[in-house]
């Protein structure tokens, strides 16, 4: 399975993003997917996550009613929207994928390579 990560790019503070995560494979209704960012030096964060099949989302605390994580089942794809974005929002994003509902990142069974979001102030 390869996920595909694409979508970021230079933004202003303040303004949006939206990040795709496409599956090589059909996403499954047990499936989770999760997005984390990383910034050099600094360890992997969490930020958001969906049950492909129930639709459950959870978001760290910083970006919810900022961000939106939402799926498109037919296209086997997860999107990340990214509103009002701030200059800590910036970083490598990294899509996964797993069974799990887990924040830390060590449950997920399949990794994007990563697209980069720079937030300049």
């Known amino acids: 399975v390869q996920l595909q990560a694409s979508g970021g790019g230079l933004v202003q503070a303040g303004g949006s993003l939206t990040l795709s995560c496409e599956s090589s494979r059909r996403i499954y209704s047990s499936n989770v997917v999760g997005w984390f960012r990383q910034i050099p030096g600094k360890e992997r964060e969490f930020v958001a996550l969906?049950?492909?099949?129930?639709?459950?989302?959870y978001y760290e605390d910083s970006v919810r009613g900022r961000f939106t994580i939402s799926k498109d089942g037919a296209k086997n794809t997860g999107y990340l929207q990214m509103n009002s974005l701030k200059p800590d929002d910036a970083g490598v994003y990294y899509c996964?994928?797993?069974?799990?509902?887990?924040?830390?990142?060590?449950?997920?069974?399949?990794w994007g390579q990563g697209t980069q979001v720079t937030v300049s102030s």
């Open positions: 996964a994928m797993g069974t799990q509902y887990d924040t830390t990142g060590n449950a997920y069974d399949y």
């Open positions: 969906i049950r492909w099949g129930s639709g459950i989302r």
